[in-house]
């Protein structure tokens, strides 16, 4: 590979790697001690960081339902979206396998079918049911890769990007924690499962399936609600009562 594609595959990789670590590290390690909101301050921190470092360089999708609704929206190739997939899952595997590490350091710590793991039924804090949870994925991901869409400009985070990305994912953890431990992300849920085993592997499909599917219909549905010949601020157009006609030219800070 160029070394750009290098660097961009490496990010990802490193990106995916410590999201898993510290982020379901928090669950693991801290769980009972930041709770529910601290671990949702957890996950949105770390990527609110992680945006700014690995951001101008790949992007930080560390997401395969980020990275798919990136290519659905045409912002990026096939081939750089199974890169950064193959990057991603090594990443979330890898980080799974350092945090599987330190957590049987702790004493009386347990692991099996839990270390962050996603799911329902008797998983679920709320006791919520298999379509209860799918559901839940799919619009939880659909929000979290709709502003990811909305604030990057291509693919890059600039800006007060990452604050609106780190805001976004801590917000689908507050409400998703209860619910099924938050997926979001089929990276983050695969890695830990493949060490909690017994219903953390039965379950994952679902956390891998239903992100896919809510990162792509964010895709679908922002481009319809950002084309991407129109101005960024529509709203102030129509204030003004102006209408883009099909032969006028981009106005000032209209998108490439």
């Given at each position: 590979?160029?070394?750009?594609?290098?660097?961009?595959?490496?990010?990802?990789?490193?990106?995916?790697?410590?999201?898993?670590?510290?982020?379901?590290?928090?669950?693991?390690?801290?769980?009972?001690?930041?709770?529910?909101?601290?671990?949702?301050?957890?996950?949105?921190?770390?990527?609110?960081?992680?945006?700014?470092?690995?951001?101008?360089?790949?992007?930080?999708?560390?997401?395969?339902?980020?990275?798919?609704?990136m290519?659905?929206?045409?912002?990026?190739?096939?081939?750089?979206?199974?890169?950064?997939?193959?990057?991603q899952?090594?990443?979330?595997?890898?980080?799974?396998?350092?945090?599987f590490?330190?957590?049987?350091?702790?004493?009386?710590?347990q692991?099996?079918?839990?270390?962050?793991?996603?799911?329902?039924?008797?998983?679920?804090?709320?006791?919520?049911?298999?379509?209860?949870?799918?559901?839940?994925?799919?619009?939880?991901?659909?929000?979290?890769?709709?502003?990811?869409?909305g604030?990057?400009?291509?693919?890059?985070?600039?800006?007060?990007?990452?604050?609106?990305?780190?805001?976004?994912?801590?917000?689908?953890?507050?409400?998703?924690i209860?619910?099924?431990?938050?997926?979001?992300?089929?990276?983050?849920?695969?890695?830990?499962?493949?060490?909690?085993?017994?219903a953390?592997?039965?379950?994952?499909?679902?956390?891998?399936?239903a992100?896919?599917?809510?990162?792509?219909?964010?895709?679908?549905?922002?481009?319809?609600?950002?084309?991407?010949?129109?101005?960024?601020?529509?709203?102030?157009?129509?204030?003004?009562?102006?209408?883009?006609?099909?032969?006028?030219?981009?106005?000032?800070?209209?998108?490439?």
């Amino acid at each position: 590979m160029e070394t750009t594609e290098t660097r961009t595959v490496v990010s990802e990789f490193l990106g995916t790697l410590l999201l898993v670590f510290f982020a379901v590290g928090a669950a693991v390690l801290a769980g009972e001690y930041i709770g529910t909101f601290g671990i949702a301050l957890a996950f949105g921190f770390v990527m609110l960081a992680l945006a700014y470092a690995l951001g101008p360089i790949s992007g930080c999708h560390i997401n395969p339902a980020v990275t798919l609704g990136m290519l659905v929206a045409r912002r990026i190739t096939v081939r750089t979206a199974v890169e950064y997939w193959i990057a991603q899952i090594l990443g979330g595997i890898v980080g799974a396998a350092l945090l599987f590490l330190v957590a049987k350091q702790v004493p009386g710590l347990q692991t099996h079918a839990a270390f962050g793991t996603n799911g329902w039924g008797d998983r679920s804090a709320v006791h919520i049911n298999l379509g209860g949870a799918f559901v839940a994925e799919i619009v939880m991901t659909f929000l979290f890769v709709f502003v990811v869409l909305g604030v990057t400009h291509k693919v890059a985070v600039v800006g007060f990007g990452g604050l609106a990305i780190g805001l976004a994912l801590a917000t689908v953890h507050l409400i998703g924690i209860p619910l099924d431990g938050t997926s979001v992300n089929p990276a983050r849920s695969l890695g830990p499962a493949l060490f909690a085993g017994g219903a953390a592997i039965t379950q994952v499909w679902l956390f891998l399936i239903a992100p896919l599917i809510g990162g792509a219909l964010a895709a679908v549905v922002h481009q319809i609600t950002h084309p991407p010949q129109e101005p960024v601020v529509v709203a102030d157009r129509a204030a003004r009562g102006e209408a883009k006609t099909s032969g006028e030219p981009p106005a000032s800070g209209d998108r490439a």
